[in-house]
């Protein structure tokens, strides 16, 4: 888990993963299922690709042969009866291969845009799945330390970049080699020295694009970075829309978007100024070696050619032979593209590939098996627990006996939350353990651990959907009368009757429209209809007004008689009838007992207890001192964190 936290990686997913691995190669032969649409578009690649190099072979054939007759019109692998004799005739013959030829190669490019896309359509979709899959089972320590619009980055963009790369780029490096190869044969069968002087310039071709993938990768890399950060910030603006406006920070936020995009287009333009160079200099080599093929040729045709060269060159053979070398040069040129995405395709797969190649630091052991929970009683061994650097819990040693409702308080900032966290394993301890019934619960499978725990958070998230389909997430079975009954014992049914809809009612994105006690009520009534064998209420009921949480109490009451129970409460009048009450200061209980037990100690939970009830004038002014100290640490806490996680 220390490796996890290390601030080093500014935050940004796939970042971790090692670069020489070539991440598009990994993904291509982890995800090859759809690889007979691969194969099909590979094909047709190639049947097209010789198709295409039909009509420049039959042009040059026919100069010498009809208009020239320099040599007779023969063709490879077709037998001589089948050819006319007459000249008009072979121009027919020419032209009806010709046309058959572009016929052939676009059914031929139909099928490769085929194959080719639905190839990499089917990859672009599993690599999605199992990218959200991988990032949903890493530990919620992985998702405080990335921004959410860095992860939405890794899932759209970046899967974007690759999917067009496989689709595109793919068919265009098979088409390149078959051309190359294509070509090559027939040049070489034209003419071998006039072949020799049309590769010159490929040595060059190759070490100047060499140096443009050296200096492209890491512009391309900052490229994706840059819209993780640009996505983050405007995901983080949609959704704290409300302080915006609240606040009046409308011309900040602007700036601070315009920065961001700022950073992106320089990115940007950083990686264009390099392509925008590749692309023009290829042009000049290849253009430059071509000239030199022609002049080289056409003198031999004139009868002067350039020393070394014997034999002739007819002007057929000559015009099929630069027809060739120009198609062979093309290739080249677009090979500059292909490597151009293929650098941004490995760029997005780095980030991808760091999200799938990530182990999730909370899992199950390979021997786990299901939590047994007889009583639901909760043991906590000695446990120490850190976020980073700073101990958070330290000595936390208490067993709670099944069926016991424990009350958590303590000043804010002292681990309350951190506590309970540990219990389903939202986090793991760094020493000691947390035991259920005598299992650890480290040993034990998630899913059963966490379907035997019931964790209602101060701001529970409701999905986008109905108000049934809210209380129902994660109990997907539970039928319309389970639902109302969970949410009567919620004490939410009232308001729900009287929403639009009903229970059918669409609460928005995050439940906006519903108040935060409502929302709390809600989440409640999720816990109460998944029947947890153990409950954690951290807050649940803080939103609610006072008469409310009385109501909702006196339900809970019940819910709770048979079940282990924790409730982390500020407000005292919570947790007073609770069986036993745990005071957590500075990441240590302190106290431990019944409500009565500890107003006679007469310490920390006492003075809370005179705030509480507005006995403040006999309140220690130590206590008072403590409570500035200590409100200070955690501001200094926050802030580091904040200053962490930029
Ligand atoms: N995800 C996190 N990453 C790093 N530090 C954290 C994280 N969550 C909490 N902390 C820090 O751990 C300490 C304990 O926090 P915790 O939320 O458990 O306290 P709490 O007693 O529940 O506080 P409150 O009553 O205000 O809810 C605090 O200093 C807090 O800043």
Redesign the pocket.
Same mark, same amino acid.
């Given at each position: 888990m220390s490796s996890e936290r290390g601030p080093s990686d500014k935050g940004r997913p796939g970042t971790s993963t090692s670069r020489s691995e070539n991440p598009v190669w990994r993904l291509y032969t982890e995800y090859g299922v759809a690889r007979r649409y691969a194969a099909l578009g590979a094909v047709a690649t190639i049947l097209g690709r010789l198709f295409g190099l039909i009509p420049a072979f039959i042009i040059g054939l026919a100069v010498d042969a009809i208009f020239l007759t320099e040599r007779p019109y023969t063709l490879p692998l077709v037998p001589q009866v089948l050819i006319p004799g007459t000249g008009v005739g072979q121009l027919y013959f020419s032209i009806a291969i010709l046309l058959g030829a572009t016929a052939a190669g676009a059914v031929a490019s139909w099928v490769e845009d085929w194959g080719w896309s639905v190839f990499a359509q089917r990859i672009q979709r599993n690599l999605r799945v199992d990218a959200y899959e991988r990032l949903q089972s890493l530990e919620l320590a992985y998702f405080?330390r990335h921004r959410t619009g860095d992860l939405m980055s890794v899932l759209n963009n970046d899967v974007n970049a690759l999917e067009t790369f496989l689709e595109d780029g793919l068919s265009a490096t098979l088409w390149i080699l078959t051309t190359i190869a294509g070509i090559g044969i027939i040049l070489v069968g034209l003419n071998l020295p006039l072949t020799a002087v049309t590769l010159l310039p490929i040595p060059l071709l190759a070490a100047f694009t060499l140096i443009f993938t050296r200096v492209i990768a890491p512009r391309y890399l900052s490229i994706r970075e840059e819209i993780g950060d640009l996505n983050s910030r405007l995901e983080n603006n949609v959704s704290g829309i409300e302080v915006i406006k609240s606040e009046g920070a409308e011309q900040f936020e602007t700036e601070r978007v315009a920065a961001a995009s700022d950073e992106y287009l320089s990115a940007n333009l950083s990686a264009i100024k390099v392509r925008i160079t590749y692309f023009p200099g290829l042009n000049i080599i290849a253009g430059a070696g071509f000239a030199i093929t022609f002049l080289v040729g056409g003198l031999w045709v004139l009868d002067q050619p350039v020393i070394g060269l014997t034999g002739t060159l007819t002007p057929g053979e000559f015009v099929t032979f630069v027809i060739y070398a120009q198609q062979f040069l093309w290739p080249i040129l677009r090979l500059g593209d292909v490597v151009d995405d293929y650098e941004r395709a490995k760029a997005a797969g780095s980030r991808v590939q760091g999200v799938l190649s990530r182990d999730p630091a909370v899992s199950d052991r390979p021997d786990a098996s299901a939590l047994e929970v007889t009583n639901g009683a909760v043991t906590y061994d000695d446990v120490r627990f850190a976020? $980073?650097r700073e101990t958070?819990l330290s000595e936390i040693d208490f067993a709670v006996e099944g069926g016991t409702t424990v009350g958590v308080v303590?000043p804010?900032?002292?681990?309350? $939350?951190? #506590?309970l966290k540990l219990l389903p394993r939202l986090y793991d301890v760094d020493d000691g353990a947390v035991r259920i019934d005598g299992q650890d619960v480290r040993e034990v499978t998630l899913q059963s651990l966490r379907k035997s725990i019931g964790y209602v958070s101060q701001e529970p998230f409701l999905f986008y959907g109905t108000v049934a389909e809210n209380i129902r997430y994660g109990t997907f079975d539970a039928t319309k009368d389970d639902i109302e009954e969970a949410a009567r014992r919620a004490q939410a049914h009232e308001f729900i009757e009287n929403l639009p809809s009903e229970y059918d009612t669409l609460v928005g994105e995050r439940g906006v429209k519903l108040s935060g006690g409502q929302r709390q009520r809600l989440a409640l009534a999720r816990t109460m209809l998944k029947d947890p064998a153990i409950l954690v209420l951290d807050?649940a009921t803080s939103a609610v007004d006072t008469e409310t949480e009385a109501i909702i109490q006196d339900r809970l009451a019940e819910f709770a008689a048979n079940r282990t129970t924790f409730v982390?409460a500020?407000r005292l009048s919570t947790v007073r009838t609770a069986d036993r009450i745990l005071v #957590?200061d500075d990441g240590r209980v302190v106290e431990d007992g019944t409500h009565e037990a500890l107003l006679e100690t007469d310490g920390l939970y006492a003075n809370f207890w005179r705030v509480q009830t507005g006995d403040i004038a006999s309140l220690p002014q130590e206590f008072l001192e403590r409570a500035l100290r200590r409100q200070a640490v955690?501001e200094l806490?926050?802030e580091e964190?904040e200053e962490r996680s930029e």
């Amino acid at each position: 888990m220390s490796s996890e936290r290390g601030p080093s990686d500014k935050g940004r997913p796939g970042t971790s993963t090692s670069r020489s691995e070539n991440p598009v190669w990994r993904l291509y032969t982890e995800y090859g299922v759809a690889r007979r649409y691969a194969a099909l578009g590979a094909v047709a690649t190639i049947l097209g690709r010789l198709f295409g190099l039909i009509p420049a072979f039959i042009i040059g054939l026919a100069v010498d042969a009809i208009f020239l007759t320099e040599r007779p019109y023969t063709l490879p692998l077709v037998p001589q009866v089948l050819i006319p004799g007459t000249g008009v005739g072979q121009l027919y013959f020419s032209i009806a291969i010709l046309l058959g030829a572009t016929a052939a190669g676009a059914v031929a490019s139909w099928v490769e845009d085929w194959g080719w896309s639905v190839f990499a359509q089917r990859i672009q979709r599993n690599l999605r799945v199992d990218a959200y899959e991988r990032l949903q089972s890493l530990e919620l320590a992985y998702f405080t330390r990335h921004r959410t619009g860095d992860l939405m980055s890794v899932l759209n963009n970046d899967v974007n970049a690759l999917e067009t790369f496989l689709e595109d780029g793919l068919s265009a490096t098979l088409w390149i080699l078959t051309t190359i190869a294509g070509i090559g044969i027939i040049l070489v069968g034209l003419n071998l020295p006039l072949t020799a002087v049309t590769l010159l310039p490929i040595p060059l071709l190759a070490a100047f694009t060499l140096i443009f993938t050296r200096v492209i990768a890491p512009r391309y890399l900052s490229i994706r970075e840059e819209i993780g950060d640009l996505n983050s910030r405007l995901e983080n603006n949609v959704s704290g829309i409300e302080v915006i406006k609240s606040e009046g920070a409308e011309q900040f936020e602007t700036e601070r978007v315009a920065a961001a995009s700022d950073e992106y287009l320089s990115a940007n333009l950083s990686a264009i100024k390099v392509r925008i160079t590749y692309f023009p200099g290829l042009n000049i080599i290849a253009g430059a070696g071509f000239a030199i093929t022609f002049l080289v040729g056409g003198l031999w045709v004139l009868d002067q050619p350039v020393i070394g060269l014997t034999g002739t060159l007819t002007p057929g053979e000559f015009v099929t032979f630069v027809i060739y070398a120009q198609q062979f040069l093309w290739p080249i040129l677009r090979l500059g593209d292909v490597v151009d995405d293929y650098e941004r395709a490995k760029a997005a797969g780095s980030r991808v590939q760091g999200v799938l190649s990530r182990d999730p630091a909370v899992s199950d052991r390979p021997d786990a098996s299901a939590l047994e929970v007889t009583n639901g009683a909760v043991t906590y061994d000695d446990v120490r627990f850190a976020y $980073s650097r700073e101990t958070v819990l330290s000595e936390i040693d208490f067993a709670v006996e099944g069926g016991t409702t424990v009350g958590v308080v303590g000043p804010t900032g002292a681990g309350k $939350s951190t #506590l309970l966290k540990l219990l389903p394993r939202l986090y793991d301890v760094d020493d000691g353990a947390v035991r259920i019934d005598g299992q650890d619960v480290r040993e034990v499978t998630l899913q059963s651990l966490r379907k035997s725990i019931g964790y209602v958070s101060q701001e529970p998230f409701l999905f986008y959907g109905t108000v049934a389909e809210n209380i129902r997430y994660g109990t997907f079975d539970a039928t319309k009368d389970d639902i109302e009954e969970a949410a009567r014992r919620a004490q939410a049914h009232e308001f729900i009757e009287n929403l639009p809809s009903e229970y059918d009612t669409l609460v928005g994105e995050r439940g906006v429209k519903l108040s935060g006690g409502q929302r709390q009520r809600l989440a409640l009534a999720r816990t109460m209809l998944k029947d947890p064998a153990i409950l954690v209420l951290d807050e649940a009921t803080s939103a609610v007004d006072t008469e409310t949480e009385a109501i909702i109490q006196d339900r809970l009451a019940e819910f709770a008689a048979n079940r282990t129970t924790f409730v982390i409460a500020h407000r005292l009048s919570t947790v007073r009838t609770a069986d036993r009450i745990l005071v #957590l200061d500075d990441g240590r209980v302190v106290e431990d007992g019944t409500h009565e037990a500890l107003l006679e100690t007469d310490g920390l939970y006492a003075n809370f207890w005179r705030v509480q009830t507005g006995d403040i004038a006999s309140l220690p002014q130590e206590f008072l001192e403590r409570a500035l100290r200590r409100q200070a640490v955690v501001e200094l806490a926050d802030e580091e964190t904040e200053e962490r996680s930029e």
